[in-house]
């Protein structure tokens, strides 16, 4: 799989937007991009995926840049909730093994 | 709540100890894992089922044995374990492994020290 790169950490002010970016210079037109997130003492939760068109769901929206080589993760409004680790992964769309593969991520802080 | 259920949530073992860790997924998926998540590095995939059917193992030593009697329970039998062993051990599953399937739904890990 592609890599991504994502900056260490970022900080948000309750109610506010917040975009994340990621990188993935290398991606190939088969690679779904992924979004997770990292709760403290939690599992990583999904939040979104898409190939190639900006997608919305209830949690958050992702817009993907034309050439396919950056993605943005954007949460509307933060809260404090949202402070967590935020993981882009790259997914190979024709393998058929579970290999998704999680990097450092952006740690996200949000102050009140 | 996300449906997956691990067990027990923290565990202490010494070096010569046996012990397994449970997972139970009630979702209804036929894909589950195993990841490990020592502190300050990136969650590493250790194994991955398909229908009961192993489909990856990366490179783990033998010292970890996975089980999966059915789709919706996974074991990781421990044995003869290292302090470098101790970290974070997160269960995932989803529908299967077609990726527009794969959206994981992880548990809440067990947490595990081996002294």
């Known amino acids: 799989d592609a890599k991504t790169t994502q900056p260490n950490s970022m900080e948000s002010n309750e109610e506010e937007p917040v975009h994340l970016p990621c990188n993935h210079s290398?991606?190939?037109?088969?690679?779904?991009i992924h979004w997770y997130r990292q709760l403290p003492s939690q599992g990583p939760e999904y939040v979104i995926h898409g190939l190639t068109s900006n997608v919305n769901n209830r949690m958050a929206s992702l817009a993907i840049a034309e050439d396919r080589k950056s993605s943005t993760l954007i949460l509307h409004r933060a809260t404090l909730r949202d402070a967590a680790v935020y993981y882009c992964?790259?997914?190979?769309?024709?393998?058929?093994?579970?290999?998704?593969?999680f990097g450092k991520g952006t740690k996200l802080s949000v102050k009140p | 709540e996300t449906g997956v259920t691990q067990t027990p949530r923290h565990l202490v073992m010494g070096m010569t100890n046996k012990k397994s860790l449970k997972c139970e997924q009630h979702?209804?998926?036929?894909?589950m894992y195993w990841y490990k998540q020592s502190a300050k590095k990136p969650l590493e995939l250790m194994f991955v089922?398909?229908?009961?059917?192993?489909?990856e193992n990366n490179s783990v030593p033998s010292r970890f044995s996975p089980e999966c009697p059915n789709s919706s329970h996974l074991f990781l039998h421990l044995h003869t374990l290292q302090p470098e062993d101790s970290a974070l051990y997160l269960c995932a599953s989803s529908q299967d492994l077609r990726p527009l399937n794969e959206k994981l739904f992880f548990g809440s890990g067990t947490q595990l020290s081996v002294l």
């Open positions: 992964i790259l997914r190979f769309y024709g393998g058929s093994q579970g290999n998704l593969i």
């Open positions: 089922y398909n229908f009961k059917e192993q489909t």
């Open positions: 290398t991606i190939s037109g088969t690679d779904y």
């Open positions: 979702l209804g998926h036929n894909a």
